[in-house]
């Protein structure tokens, strides 16, 4: 169960500690994607941007993913729409805990979409876009938004 703490200082070791969780988990993910046996599929949920960050951070295999939606194989971005927190579903689980290492419901439609604007200002070589379903161009967003939340 997640909870912050009372005081102050403990509210931020948590976030820090959070932080660092997801900088972690999205460098992490990049390093599995660049593996040329690793299954990428923008259209599979658990395959796709946000899918194979969630695996990072849930732990959850590319299947427990989808069967956690009840084999529902829309976007990410529709269910970050239709999400209600708390009606007991599996996929509650894992936007609370998206959540709890800092990313919202929007952060997780950009994530499948590539489209962050401070993201891509941060890319190496400066601002570009990025094709949301090119395993390489997924790779350099998540790298380029863990190096901007180091660096905040």
């Known amino acids: 169960m997640y ?71 829309d976007e990410w971005s529709e269910h970050a729409t239709d999400y209600c927190s708390y009606t007991g579903s599996k996929v509650d689980d894992i936007f609370i805990t998206m959540q709890r290492y800092g990313l919202s419901h929007s952060d997780i439609v950009k994530l499948e979409n590539l489209s962050d604007k401070a993201i891509l200002d941060n890319l190496n070589g400066g601002f570009r876009h990025l094709r949301r379903n090119v395993k390489e161009d997924v790779v350099e967003y998540m790298r380029s938004f863990a190096d901007l939340l180091e660096n905040s």
């Open 3 to 73: 909870c912050i703490m009372n005081s102050h200082n403990s509210q931020s070791i948590e976030l820090s500690s959070n932080k660092r969780f997801l900088i972690d988990a999205l460098r992490a993910t990049s390093t599995r994607l660049e593996d040329t046996d690793a299954k990428y599929q923008w259209g599979h949920m658990g395959q796709c941007n946000a899918g194979h960050l969630i695996q990072t951070v849930t732990g959850m295999s590319s299947f427990e993913i989808v069967e956690s939606i009840d084999f529902q194989l």
